[in-house]
């Protein structure tokens, strides 16, 4: 079994940075990629980035790019959110889905981020 945990998320001002992580464990085989979701009320899950982890390749949405930074740990199933610049629409629930190599995705719980003065 996977399991995915998010942490980090917390209350911040406009303008500040804000790292999130995303641990897997479990029978994770071997991974696939990494992809951050963010979450609204009301509103549909919205992509953020992925990093694939074989290539270390990274994509963004065109609202976070140039602001928002994936990364991963070496010999580890860890992976960054790094959040630069905020913005109080970047307020949501984001959520890290492990992509496996049997290509099943594995979500975590979330963790919430609030950008606001």
């Known amino acids: 079994q996977v399991q995915v945990a998010e942490s980090g998320g917390g209350l911040v001002q406009p303008g500040d940075s804000l790292r999130l992580s995303c641990v897997v464990s479990g029978h994770t085989l071997s991974m696939y990629a990494m992809t951050w979701f963010r979450q609204t009320p009301g509103n549909e899950r919205e992509f953020v980035g992925t990093?694939?982890?074989?290539?270390?390749?990274?994509a963004y949405a065109d609202s976070v790019k140039g602001r928002f930074t994936i990364s991963r740990e070496n010999g580890d199933n860890t992976v960054h959110l790094q959040m630069n610049s905020l913005k109080p629409e970047d307020t949501a629930v984001y959520y890290c889905?492990?992509?496996?190599?049997?290509?099943?995705?594995?979500w975590g719980q979330g963790t919430q981020v609030t950008v606001s003065s």
């Open positions: 990093i694939t982890w074989g290539s270390g390749g990274t």
């Open positions: 889905s492990a992509t496996t190599a049997d290509m099943s995705s594995h």
